[in-house]
């Protein structure tokens, strides 16, 4: 048996998509150029988080440390969705920006947290403020935003090994 690999087709739909992307959510990004990063914190030590997060937003940061023009809309949790959860997100995020950032003001970072709708999400992957989508995994089986952001037509940077080198 062959099972085809999913999408969420919502992403296609232009007429769904612009009614979502009038929420309020979507408009707190004041920034022109952001950079998605989907992921879930699989742990607070570095070396044990397989998609390594930390790393990928310390990179991000590094790179444009200098450009007040870049966003990074970091969409994660601790693997659920509570409010205990958010403020662990918040602390963790917190810390590693003081850590990775110094005393620069950028880029600016916005911590999305919580359940999603699907629809919600193709608001987000395809939204015209979302310029690209990056990950520095270690290892993904099929990773659904990865397909998701190259159905939304996004530039994507990825780690050159693991599941997504079978479609991207």
């Not at 062959?2 to 612009?18: C, R, T, V």
């Not at 707190?28 to 790393?55: C, G, H, M, P, W």
């Not at 920006?97 to 916005?110: R, T, W």
């Amino acid at each position: 048996s062959i099972i085809q690999e999913w999408f969420n087709s919502d992403i296609l739909n232009k007429s769904k998509l612009s009614n979502i992307q009038k929420d309020d959510r979507f408009n707190v990004l004041d920034k022109e150029f952001n950079i998605l990063v989907i992921a879930t914190l699989t742990s607070q030590i570095d070396e044990d988080d397989r998609k390594n997060v930390r790393n990928t937003i310390k990179w991000l940061c590094e790179e444009f440390k200098e450009d007040e023009n870049v966003g990074i809309v970091l969409k994660t949790n601790f693997g659920k969705g509570s409010n205990s959860d958010k403020a662990m997100c918040k602390n963790y995020l917190e810390s590693l920006l003081h850590e990775v950032k110094g005393e620069s003001n950028f880029p600016a970072v916005y911590l999305v947290h919580g359940n999603l709708k699907k629809e919600e999400i193709a608001g987000l992957v395809s939204h015209k403020k979302i310029k690209m989508y990056a990950s520095a995994t270690r290892g993904e089986g099929y990773g659904l935003p990865l397909i998701e952001s190259a159905v939304a037509g996004k530039p994507i940077i990825a780690t050159g090994w693991s599941g997504h080198l079978e479609f991207l």
